[in-house]
C-alpha cells in the first residue's frame, strides 16, 4: 500500500506537547484514525503518549468518557468505539483536542 500524508490540527494539551497546532503526518491507505493516533504517539514521545491512550486504556475507561481524546473527522465526531473501523480518506481534515480537565 502506498502512504497518505495527512494533516492534523492538535487542540489543548496535545498542541501544547507537540509545540504545534498543525502536523503532518504519513499513513498507509486505508489507516483507520486509531492507527494515525499510533503514528503520532510513535512520532511525538512518551508524554504524548502517555496523555492520548491513558483515557482510552483506563481500566475504568466506561466511567471516563469525557476524558477520552476529542476526535473529528471533517468535523464530524468520532468516539472512542469507532477509532478502529473509521477509515482516513485523501483530503481529510482531522482534529484531535484533549479532554476538557
Known sequence: MSALDITVELMGHYRSIVGSSIVK???QKGASVMDLIDTLAKKYGEEFNNEIYK?????????????TPNVFVNDR?????????????????????SPPC
Request: proline content about 8%; glycine content about 6%; charged content about 20%.
Open 77 to 97: 465526531g468520532i468516539s472512542a468505539e469507532v477509532l478502529y473501523r473509521t477509515v482516513i480518506k485523501p483530503g481529510d481534515k482531522v482534529t484531535i483536542a
Open 55 to 67: 483515557p482510552l486504556t483506563s481500566p475504568d475507561a466506561e466511567s471516563s468518557h469525557a476524558m
Open 25 to 27: 503526518v504519513s499513513i
